[in-house]
């Protein structure tokens, strides 16, 4: 057991990866039933981390790794739920004031914020935004280049102008960015690295509904989702007979993704000029299935028993995952609590993280000069 756990840790670490991302997504919503008028949530690396809404008012851990957060800065969660009341009472006003800007007096409206940044970690490029809509389309940008605000409808000039003004403000935002934004994605992506820089290779099947159905290759259970996949003739990536299925997300954080191939035009003595190629972007290794019929999974004919065959001992091969990622993730709990421990006795203690990541608070709207209510900066 113990060699095989050893095999999997090292055939599941050690890619490269190479852009992370944390971002925030704020939505206030009006007359939405069933609905909280707030919801925050936050993601590093695609992965949500944290979650915040109007009704339970406190900002909640999303991962495990989180925890660390709070070993750190005990009052990481207290400042967080706080910055989400106060968000929400200025996205409470920006949502009434553009229901005015736009004429509106009642029905389910939605008020949206987007906002993060992305760094990469061998160029140390960092690159960050903030992005507002309304009802599903665009409001106002900030562009960092700039450093001014984009507003695409004449609704937003009024805020625009407000905002490019006001010099304290956009001093404060363009910081958030360009530091305080990457430093946290840093520290996020550190406390998390085990779970999020992992490379996890995908199980790849090909499938077929009908015999005169195109043949899809399927590759699931992989991780992370920066992957792409092709159908090749003799080494060539093709397009034509090809149908790019998008990325999509399984339930236990892996994903999954499929390409079509219509073969009702390949003849049987040119099968094996095809295969099908599943990479993962800045990494080497390739996923590499060839085109053959004996491969095939179908619902159809004595493949029928060969599919529920190959079920049994997919079951029995998905039981054995289990148990060893069980086992892992007990020896790396069990790893992680003698680390705390160890670093508590000793004392030690992060110099720079001890700052509780000053979040990002939008200043409200406004579409009336003269109604000083409705800037609030
Ligand atoms: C908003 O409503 C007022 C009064 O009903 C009207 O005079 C005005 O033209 C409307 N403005 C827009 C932008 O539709
Ligand atoms: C596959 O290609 C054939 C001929 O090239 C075409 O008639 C058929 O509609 C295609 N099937 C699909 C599912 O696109």
């Not at 102008?161 to 935002?173: H, I, L, T």
Request: aromatic fraction near 12%.
């Amino acid at each position: 057991m113990k060699v095989l756990i050893f095999l999997a840790l090292l055939g599941f670490q050690g890619a490269a990866a190479v852009t992370h991302s944390m971002k925030y997504f704020y939505t206030a919503s009006s007359q939405v039933p069933n609905f909280p008028e707030f919801v925050a949530v936050g993601m590093v690396d695609e992965v949500q981390m944290y979650y915040c809404n109007s009704k339970t008012r406190r900002a909640e851990i999303k991962q495990d790794w989180m925890n660390k957060v709070t070993a750190d800065d005990p009052q990481y969660w207290e400042t967080q739920s706080s910055v989400c009341l106060s968000t929400q009472h200025v996205f409470k006003v920006s949502t009434e004031t553009l229901k005015q800007c736009f004429n509106q007096t009642g029905g389910v409206h939605i008020y949206q914020e987007m906002y993060g940044c992305e760094w990469d970690d061998e160029t140390g490029e960092v690159t960050g935004y903030y992005q507002y809509s309304y009802d599903g389309e665009d409001f106002i940008s900030f562009d960092l280049k700039t450093e001014t605000f984009i507003a695409p409808t004449s609704q937003a000039l009024i805020t625009k102008n407000k905002w490019d003004r006001n010099k304290g403000y956009m001093a404060q935002q363009k910081n958030y960015l360009t530091q305080i934004c990457p430093d946290w994605l840093k520290k996020y992506v550190n406390y998390g690295k085990s779970s999020l820089l992992r490379t996890v290779p995908p199980s790849v099947s090909l499938l077929q509904k009908t015999p005169s159905s195109p043949v899809s290759c399927h590759a699931t259970g992989f991780y992370p989702d920066r992957a792409s996949m092709s159908w090749r003739k003799d080494g060539e990536e093709i397009h034509e007979d090809v149908d790019h299925g998008e990325i999509l997300p399984n339930h236990d954080g892996s994903f999954q993704i499929r390409v079509d191939l219509n073969i009702s035009s390949v003849k049987p003595e040119d099968w094996s000029r095809y295969d099908c190629v599943f990479q993962f972007s800045g990494v080497k290794k390739d996923v590499i299935t060839k085109l053959d019929k004996a491969e095939i999974r179908t619902n159809w004919g004595k493949n029928e028993i060969k599919s529920n065959e190959a079920m049994g001992m997919m079951i029995y091969i998905i039981i054995i995952i289990i148990i060893i990622i069980a086992v892992v993730v007990l020896l790396v709990l069990n790893g992680v609590n003698g680390f705390i421990i160890y670093r508590n006795e000793n004392g030690e203690k992060k110099t720079d993280g001890d700052q509780t990541e000053k979040r990002h608070i939008s200043p409200a709207n406004s579409c009336d000069e003269s109604n000083p209510m409705k800037s609030k900066h």
